[in-house]
Antibody, heavy 116, light 108 residues
């Protein structure tokens, strides 16, 4: 049972980037799946969730700019990040929810750096 | 709901008892309160869910308690691998997730 994230990198302000998170040992389609980020030297911030029924939600800080989605056939979670800002610079973790309430499986994190 | 953790930093020696606090800005269900441990360069690890239930593989020196607005993570006898940052987290009626700002547990 694991999550393997990828897709991070250096991007200019205003640019776009897509993160991926491949799951094994469980199905992303039947679980609540989230993205959680951590700015350098800072704490954890929840970013977005996709429910098992496909509904989505976002933190106010990213609403309208980020889109969470999943590919059930490839058992992969995605985060499309648009209109990136310097304050989006962070390590982005994908995470599986345990009974919706907590996060029991975490990916290793993908570093996103927004800078000119 | 805002989660406030205290202290910000706790300096203790191996073998000592650690008590970490998480206070919610309003009363919350203990079913929706979790604790995590994070070591440098690693993803967080789930320690406690439902305020008091240890996650799979978590040693019994870790325990959680509390209700309403006040929750506590206790490490009964610190071992060297326990020095890390600890976060509490809540899943609210808004269906969103909130983390506390973290407590750093450092070796004295």
């Amino acid at each position: 049972v694991q999550l393997v994230g990828s897709g991070g990198g250096l991007i200019q302000p205003g640019g776009s980037l897509r993160l991926s998170c491949a799951a094994s040992g469980f199905s992303v389609s039947t679980n609540y799946m989230s993205w959680v980020r951590q700015a350098p030297g800072k704490g954890l911030e929840w970013v977005s969730v996709i429910h098992s029924d496909g509904n989505t939600d976002y933190a106010d800080s990213v609403k309208g700019r980020f889109i969470i989605s999943r590919d059930n056939s490839n058992n992969t979670l995605f985060l499309q990040m648009n209109s990136l800002r310097a304050e989006d610079t962070a390590l982005y973790f994908c995470a599986k929810s345990r009974l919706r309430r907590s996060f029991d499986i975490w990916g290793q994190g993908a570093l996103v750096t927004v800078s000119s | 709901i805002v989660l406030t953790q205290s202290p910000g930093t706790l300096s203790l020696s191996p073998g000592e008892r650690a008590t970490l606090s998480c206070r919610a800005s309003q009363s919350i269900s203990s079913s929706y309160l979790a604790w995590y441990q994070q070591k440098p360069g690693q993803a967080p690890r789930l320690l406690i869910y439902g305020a008091s239930t240890r996650a799979t593989g978590i040693p019994d020196r870790f325990s959680g308690s509390g209700s309403g607005t006040d929750f506590t993570l206790t490490i009964s006898r610190l071992e060297s691998e326990d020095f890390a940052v600890y976060y509490c987290q809540h899943y609210g009626s808004s269906l969103r997730y909130t983390f506390g700002q973290g407590t750093t547990l450092e070796i004295k």
